[in-house]
């Protein structure tokens, strides 16, 4: 990993750091992985687009565009995981569930305003953590082809998880946003902990 990754990893804020031989082992069955990545990249766009009507009694400027914004790149992801899927033989499956996402969905409160600054706020730390493991895969990957893939994915998810926490920012004084986003952060270091080993972007650690 270079060390101008190496400094941009650093700029994350999660309170956990994926080890190198996490990429390794996920690698060793990538059509898994990218299958696994294609749908976490639909539900990324899915997410976006829900957000995008979704904005507080307030009107907050920047909304929408941001949404909009991140629903295309999401889509564009989406398109050019599957497209690399396909190249090397493999094929989408028809239903996919993430208990790392779910279970940091449930932690998030419900109704008023609250509701939506745990939607922006999950929806950031997740990008976060992806971002972290694409750097992560970049460095670990067994071809170019794969390497660069990941490296510009983790571009794309820095500018994300930051879009997200911006926009959270928005919604409440600065010390009540800065509060939360500690619990949320907190929260997905005890979920990722909890995850079972395996080719999952979000798999846990053990047995490495």
């Not at 294609?38 to 941001?66: Q, S």
């Not at 190249?87 to 499956?93: I, L």
């Not at 994300?160 to 986003?181: C, M, N, S, T």
């Amino acid at each position: 990993m270079s060390t101008e990754l190496l400094e941009k990893l650093d700029q994350l804020p999660l309170l956990s750091r994926t080890p190198l031989a996490w990429g390794k082992a996920v690698l060793e069955d990538p059509i898994a992985l990218l299958i696994d990545h294609a749908f976490l990249e639909k539900k990324a766009c899915n997410n976006a687009m829900e957000l995008m009507t979704r904005w507080p009694d307030e009107w907050v400027p920047g909304w929408v565009e941001t949404m909009t914004s991140v629903a295309r790149d999401e889509a564009a992801h989406l398109a050019q995981v599957t497209r690399l899927l396909i190249k090397r033989g493999g094929r989408m499956a028809r239903s996919h569930k993430s208990e790392y996402a779910n279970a940091l969905r449930l932690v998030g409160r419900k109704g008023g305003i609250q509701d939506s600054i745990d939607r922006l706020l999950i929806s950031a730390v997740i990008e976060a953590r992806s971002c972290e493991r694409f750097a992560i895969l970049s460095a670990s990957a067994p071809d170019e082809e794969l390497a660069l893939f990941y490296r510009a994915l983790f571009s794309s998810e820095m500018g994300h998880y930051k879009v997200f926490l911006k926009l959270a920012r928005h919604l409440a004084d600065k010390g009540e946003i800065a509060q939360r986003w500690e619990q949320i952060l907190a929260l997905e270091e005890r979920i990722l902990g909890e995850q079972a080993p395996g080719p999952r972007i979000h798999s846990g650690l053990a047995l490495l």
